[in-house]
DNA sequence: AATGAATGAGCTTTCATTCAT
DNA sequence: TATGAATGAAAGCTCATTCAT
């Protein structure tokens, strides 16, 4: 007789995964070791294997519903903008900025440590990354035809904004000097400011 | 009797640092060993010994020495420019985008390694790195208190640029579809962009 | 309330036999494994305590079954053949191989591994097997003062004998080149031929 | 500077070798386990790898080195009996029993471990086994078409005498009843009796 | 300055077995 | 009787580091 839903078991899953997300971001793929994680989850480490295949699949299924879990909700946030250029790159941007504040730890692993995801792994994830990264080239795209924006290489002008975009996850701490509202206003506006189209000249 | 100069220990030293910089860039510190590095070389894993400390004393010798360089040749750089802010913050975009992509192992390692130092030398190294972020900081209020830029918060604009800036070494190859001056071009314009005065209304 | 004879529990327990057979056939006692033994039955690997009491005890279980089968069949072959010292020596022998070639799987575990019994259960078992050897060495005696064999040494010669005739069963494939027939036919010639008394000198 | 000839480490991988021989035939080789192989030879179980490539390379060593003495020494063995094929026959039987009494444990590895070796392993050991038989197979054709033996079936005779002849190697302890060169008589007797051509009716 | 061999701690993973449900 | 989840021990193997030579 199978165990009703809500059991045990879906707890400690869901634990291994909190815990691996913690670790990780702490230690690194690499650094981070099984012994530990079953520590944290309060189990023995063998009885990890009950819940996730390899360790490597571990860290291949967090990174993907990561990104799963951003490009939804990044598509939620356009369709709730304005459809004009501007307005949705700005709702790109801010979701983008305030997505990462709130999932930094998912975030560190999604960046760095694809390296660690072995070829096939490695390969499925580009693809939704790659995905991420066109919509917002598409954005760039639009906004220069549409003679709102500077765009000199889309693709590039995209990367660079991310990394901008991002870059706040790696320092951010709750609690510091700035709320994330003002710091999702201040990328914001860097981003947008660095290619609105100059008055005239 | 020492060697000369160009004597076989020091030889070996530098592919040692060639080396590690190579496969901590490739595989990060934790997923690289020393076997491997040692076979790179050319000599048994033993022998590094003769050359390094330890695993962790090498990290930190390369971290350390690729930010004294980095921040030696930003004062050269800024030196060699005119002492107006605007000219200032070009020559210090357009500097730390070329020095970055021309030394992209170092700068991975640099900035994506630090939890990989124990604690000693993590302070050390947190050291160099703050003075090189409050170089541009100082920068950025001195361009605000002159009235040609327009900075919301100086720190966490610094960090937001150098996250832009510092991107384009994550996906960059060189052969590919633009030029080392092309993408200097680009990301000092998309920076300073984002930060100069408008005009008025 | 007891379930009737072909109740599933009985068929689970009969298919955990047949399985362990295959399994430990093919991979050894040690190199098997009750996740793949479950597998194989179709059920969860706790779900075989319900029906053995430890992995031991199936290996136990099995190799006592084949030995008391062995044993009964034997006497059984033996009594359907005519009295005389010569019949009854070729009608083990012929017993012996076709039965051999017809249970592989029990032939090979009960001769192979025997040593991953534990101390208990391995001195039970020894107990049957030498029944079976004293059976076919009293036979031997018999035919050496009768006259019609020539046996140096009986026991050393059962020993050489039985190794001869189980070790078709190592190489045997259903469907080769020669029929069970001829191959039991073979065997036992080989084997009578061995110790026949010639004519005289 | 390389260390001299019969040094601790040829030393080391000898008692490994030694080692291995004495508990894969004790347990088998999938119950073996290379912490008691470390601790036999004096070891800690990670030093084992500098002398081993895995444990399944070591079965694989073992095995083939047995093999590849076995055939040379047969050929010796045949080398320095009189050429005609009783003799011969004579000569492999007897330096068959010899040899494996002598080997027991090589013996028994080589005979009950095939199973263990991987595909690519199994594969180069089966060319050598085959060897063997092939050379037994080869001395049954000419006995029979010299007249002086019948042989109704060359190779299943040469895998039936092997067997017989190996057998002896299961039970046999030294200081037991029987000396081996009684051993070696009455099972070269056994098999050439088997075989030899009856003088007519 | 280099080597080969050793250490000792650690790693991911496997496995027989238990047990509440 | 079956299940899913847990245990605890052990497995093969890796690795940074040491050291006599």
Not at 82 to 101: G, K, S
Not at 116 to 139: P, V
Request: charged share 20%; with cysteine; net charge positive.
């Amino acid at each position: 007789m199978p165990r009703t839903a809500g059991s045990r078991g879906a707890r400690t899953a869901a634990a291994i995964r909190r815990a691996g997300l913690k670790l990780i971001a702490r230690h690194g793929f690499a650094a981070m070791n099984l012994r530990e994680l079953a520590a944290e989850v309060g189990i023995q480490p063998g009885s990890l294997y009950n819940h996730i295949e390899t360790k490597q699949a571990l860290l291949f299924d967090l990174i993907r519903e990561h990104l799963d879990s951003l490009l939804a909700s990044t598509e939620a946030a356009l369709s709730a903008a304005p459809p004009d250029p501007l307005a949705q790159l700005r709702a790109f941007a801010a979701h983008h900025v305030l997505y990462h504040l709130e999932k930094r730890q998912e975030v560190y692993i999604a960046n760095f440590e694809l390296r660690a995801l072995d070829a096939a792994n490695y390969g499925r994830i580009i693809i939704l990354r790659q995905a991420y990264e066109a919509r917002l080239t598409a954005l760039l795209e639009a906004g220069d035809q549409a003679g709102e924006l500077t765009v000199a290489d889309p693709p590039v002008t995209a990367f660079a904004l991310l990394a901008m975009l991002t870059g706040v996850c790696t320092w951010y701490r709750p609690g510091g000097r700035l709320s994330k509202a003002t710091l999702v206003a201040l990328h914001t506006d860097l981003a947008l400011n660095g290619i609105r189209r100059r008055a005239s000249g």
